[in-house]
């Protein structure tokens, strides 16, 4: 048996340079209606997971709205409709939040970032070797960020605290950590 739901009809509510909002009209394998289904179709976003020579890891600190707090994250975000695959997106948004560089760069995992609600993935890179080569090119939602470089071991008893309060960012931190071994 199917587990799939078949879309009856689909209507695109909002479409923005970010994000497209749309609200699907689904019938399950058993006949029910799920309607109204609303999904976010958001680009791929990159994680990166920077480690320097020394075994430190590169992070930022910056205001999310939707929470309305500062949290501190790795560097991260969305890829272009341009990039040629998801590590050049990767290697600018690391240059562009923190003016770091790497040397050696491993894709870990691409993961759905909430399959329930939301059509994009999750590309997470290993990049060792990382060093700053320039300043920050900060986007305007990113103003104020700060980037931060913080010993390894340092950073992992803190993932249980929320300190690190993106759950992607933390999942893409086990992962490469756990790649590493």
Known sequence: MTLEWTVEGSERLLS??????????CRTPKGRSISPYYVLDYPDWVVIVALTEAHELVM???YR????KVLLELPAGAAELTDQDMEVSARRE???ETGFAADRWTLISSLY???ATQSNRLHIFLAEGARKVGDQQLDRGEEGMIVHVKPLDEIVPLLA????GQAMHVAGL???L????
């Open 16 to 25: 923005d340079r970010w994000m497209n909002l749309r609200v699907d009209h």
């Open 60 to 62: 930022v600190e910056q």
């Open 65 to 68: 709205h939707g929470v309305a």
């Open 94 to 96: 690391l240059l562009e």
């Open 113 to 115: 970032a909430n399959p």
């Open 161 to 164: 605290t929320g300190i690190i």
């Open 174 to 176: 086990l992962l490469a």
């Open 178 to 181: 756990a790649a590493r071994r």
